[in-house]
């Protein structure tokens, strides 16, 4: 029967990945900031090569800059896990009739009789590890993360803001005059801004066309305000 069941009715529900959370980050910076730093540069150079360099530049900052705050934000997650998780060690050492009374207090609000609480909270508590890990998870909402989680992070932020930035500097490569350059650059990006804010959508759950227009209006308009204000001060 359990089987049948499985197999009418399958599961649709999104498992988020870290993998994904970091490539969404670093390559959505990545696509938009080398974007709008080439354009900012064409409205006031006239020659591609200043552009590579500084769009060269940008990446290599911004990929390691990226690329840490990842990694701190790994580590900060797993050094609040790990003070969590020695307070309530000790929470469970020192005060154990209060942490048994918050364990029935979570089978209380779901439903479960006062027998069946008690019954649960003892049987927990027959365990230190089992009964720690059940108040991390369930009290505290905390799962325990990944030990590599940080260097992980870095690596992906970092490699996802390189391999987007060189999306919209890659025509300046090729073209000598920046006008052309950016003009062939913004198709590029725009459609790959279009792309990837249709997949991260629809991944997410969000309407993909909805998700897709804002993304790339937002590429569209900080290149425009970085051309224009280029523009406005070469002048």
Known sequence: METELSSSHPEKHLRSSDLLTDVVIGMSDGLTVPFALAAGLSGAVSNTSIIVIAGIAEIAAGSIAMG????????TEIDHYEAELKRENEEVDTVPEKEKEEVREFFANIGLSEEMQQKAADEISKDKKQWVDFMMKYELGLDKPDPKRATKSALNIGLSYAVGGLVPLSPYFFIDIPSEALRI??????????????????ITGVNPWAGALRVTVIGALAAAAAFGVARLFGA
Do not use: D, E, N, P
């Not at 840490?68 to 580590?75: I, M, Q, T, V």
């Not at 650059?185 to 629809?202: M, N």
């Open 185 to 202: 650059s913004a198709v590029i990006t725009l459609a790959c801004l279009f792309v990837f804010g249709f997949f991260k959508s629809r």
């Open 68 to 75: 840490l705050g990842g990694y701190l934000a790994g580590k």
